[in-house]
């Protein structure tokens, strides 16, 4: 297995009040509305929508922070815990308007809200930012998880398929999402 092997970086819990940590509460605040609007009036224009700031503003917080050199630990956390509060209100209101989807917004929740989650959280135990940090930790459980592909994949493909009507590849994306996150959870604990 690979160790820390690379110089760790600066590491800053703080400041709070930073620009991409605005950017993230701003995506998370305003996609939960939308999105919660959209389900009240089961329009999925509105989920639409409120998917398209929730990645866009997920992407700007990121560029933001590496951008400005704003990256800090609990901006990583406050990122973390914002995309699974925007992943839980638009994967309800997914559920409300297509509930044939359930079964693959289940694998999902399941994958992304428990298992992603502690995968997410295990950067706390080593001296880097944040996940996307990891591959000094651990490169093949980076790659999988946080490379920009990984990130890509593990959400964007569920819902991509999903939206074009294949639920049954959704399932089967979302189900190999969940092995790679188990796979990848077994590594991280065997580094503890």
Request: aromatic share 6%; net charge neutral; hydrophobic share 60%.
């Amino acid at each position: 297995m690979t160790t820390l092997h690379a110089a760790p970086p600066q590491i800053r819990v703080g400041p709070f009040l930073t620009v991409p940590n605005a950017i993230t509460v701003a995506r998370t605040v305003l996609a939960v509305t939308v999105g919660l609007v959209g389900v009240a009036a089961d329009d999925p224009r509105l989920l639409v929508a409120a998917y398209a700031v929730y990645w866009v503003g997920d992407i700007a917080d990121g560029w933001a922070a590496r951008r400005l050199g704003q990256e800090t630990r609990a901006g990583a956390v406050l990122d973390i815990v914002s995309d699974r509060v925007c992943t839980a209100v638009l994967c309800v209101g997914l559920v409300a308007h297509l509930p044939s989807v359930a079964p693959v917004a289940v694998v999902f929740l399941l994958s992304f809200m428990v298992l992603d989650t502690m995968l997410s959280l295990s950067f706390l135990c080593w001296p880097i930012l944040g996940p996307n940090d990891f591959h000094v930790v651990d490169h093949p459980v980076w790659l999988l998880n946080w490379s920009t592909p990984a990130k890509a994949a593990n959400t964007a493909g569920v819902v991509g398929a999903l939206a074009i009507g294949a639920d049954t590849l959704a399932l089967g994306v979302a189900l190999l999402v969940l092995v790679v996150k188990l796979w990848s959870a077994r590594r991280v604990v065997d580094l503890l």
